[in-house]
């Protein structure tokens, strides 16, 4: 009899060693390896005539170019993150904290689906069919033509799938599903990479449009091999406070779309619904006429989003003061107050800083870096900002302004709001004319820019 032989693999990336270690070579990760059988996958669903082709080589001046039809859903968010509705044949992953409504989305996405005559496959593999009926009814979404598995075996649900022959296949997780050739555990890197194998070939050579939903892990990203993401088509991040009612879809990978395209919903006792004018949301609660409040005008895909952005500066007594920062990067937050400091000349290092972006959207644009200074120097100086005035910006080292993209949309939303001035760099301002109704001023250093807003 054979020696059974083992192996170790980084649950992160995948890396695999002959023993354990304490550190990950390849990705860094601490205490990520965990010991698998090594044994010969069997691929029998791969050679069976539900996955078989053959296909022959053939000169792209040949293939006929198309436009992809696209499948779209009554959720205009949803189809704005997909990049306009479901493509036929598309693998898409999706990801969240537990809790935050994943699940609730796609089975309204089903039964959105069905009123159109499609047929949707649900396979859960955490929930049984009576919890996903129970579901279901709470949120009004029964229709004969979704169909409903539970099930975690890959081979009974290539045998459903096969069966169904559906429109769209929802896999609620791909953590539980395994292989049955596949000795190890479910979820581990192995299984997660040969099932999501499977799932892609089911997808393109039926023409069926395919969710995974995964599991994330307590930084926040989705767990298993990096490969994941990689093999998909598109990646959604489903983020959000679970104490609070709102929640934001984000697209960071997207074949068919823009990436970094957003989509707000409210949380309610009926399930999710799609917020269509998320500025107007972010800003109902502003106050006015308070130190440390600026709104900014940032570009979400290509969407212009007005946001409350809020900074409270005050001193203290430990030797090291404390920069916090929420929906915006810490280190960005440190870079903008060394600035401030070096090049405007406001003494900051006795304060704490603490940095807030109303509504529990995270900005990742440079655009919003002039609303922060400007945010800061308010709380600082304890100056009110314009109550309507509106904000976008890249700031330098050296303290200027440097130009952004897409000024006519921020602007345009800006005036939609109600907003009578815009300060901006004075870069952008070149070859485009300001629409009526609105005041753009344009300013090259943040010493102008806190002079325009603060007197």
């Not at 040969?194 to 969710?211: D, G, P, Q, W, Y």
Request: proline share 5%; with cysteine.
């Amino acid at each position: 009899m054979s020696k059974t032989k083992t192996k170790f693999i980084c649950q992160q990336c995948g890396y695999e060693t002959p023993k354990w270690l304490g550190k990950c070579p390849g990705c860094g990760a601490w205490n990520s390896f965990a010991e698998e059988v090594e044994t010969v996958v069997k691929t029998q669903g791969m050679n069976s005539s539900f996955l078989r082709t053959k296909e022959k080589p053939t000169p792209i001046i040949n293939i006929e170019s198309s436009v992809e039809q696209r499948v779209l859903t009554d959720n205009g968010e949803l189809n704005r993150v997909l990049g306009g509705g479901f493509v036929p044949g598309s693998l898409i992953l999706v990801g969240g904290d537990p809790g935050i409504g994943k699940s609730t989305l796609l089975l309204q996405t089903s039964h959105s689906l069905t009123k159109e005559g499609r047929k949707v496959l649900y396979i859960s593999g955490e929930e049984s069919i009576r919890q996903t009926k129970l579901r279901a009814d709470r949120l009004d979404a029964v229709s004969p033509n979704l169909y409903v598995l539970c099930e975690t075996n890959m081979e009974v649900v290539e045998e459903a799938i096969q069966e169904v022959q559906p429109d769209f296949l929802v896999i609620d997780s791909i953590q539980t599903v395994y292989h049955p050739s596949v000795s190890s555990a479910p979820g581990t890197v192995s299984q997660v990479r040969e099932c999501t194998s499977h799932f892609m070939r089911i997808a393109k050579l039926k023409n069926i449009a395919t969710v995974l939903v995964g599991h994330v892990t307590k930084e926040g990203a989705i767990a298993g091999p990096r490969l994941l993401e990689h093999m998909v088509d598109c990646v959604l991040y489903f983020e959000g406070e679970r104490h609070h009612t709102y929640r934001v879809l984000r697209a960071v990978k997207n074949r068919f779309g823009s990436t970094n395209e957003i989509g707000i919903f409210e949380m309610r006792e009926t399930g999710l619904a799609e917020v269509s004018n998320p500025s107007e949301l972010f800003l109902s609660e502003r106050p006015l006429g308070v130190a440390g409040s600026t709104v900014v005008a940032s570009m979400e895909g290509t969407r212009p989003v007005l946001v409350e952005i809020q900074a409270l500066v005050s001193s203290t007594n430990f030797p090291s003061p404390r920069r916090m920062a929420t929906g915006i990067d810490h280190n960005r937050l440190s870079l903008i107050m060394a600035v401030l400091e070096k090049r405007v000349g406001l003494f900051l290092q006795s304060q704490d800083a603490y940095l807030n972006v109303a509504g529990g959207v995270k900005l990742d644009e440079p655009a919003v870096d002039l609303a922060v200074a400007i945010s800061i120097a308010s709380s600082f100086k304890e100056q009110p900002t314009q109550a309507y005035d509106a904000v976008f910006g890249e700031v330098g080292l050296t303290g200027e302004v440097r130009g952004v993209s897409r000024i006519d949309q921020r602007v345009k939303e800006a005036q939609k709001l109600g907003f009578r001035r815009v300060i901006m760099p004075e870069k952008s301002l070149k070859g485009w004319t300001p629409p009526k109704g609105i005041e753009v001023v344009g300013v090259s250093t943040v010493s102008e820019a806190l002079k325009a807003a603060l007197d």
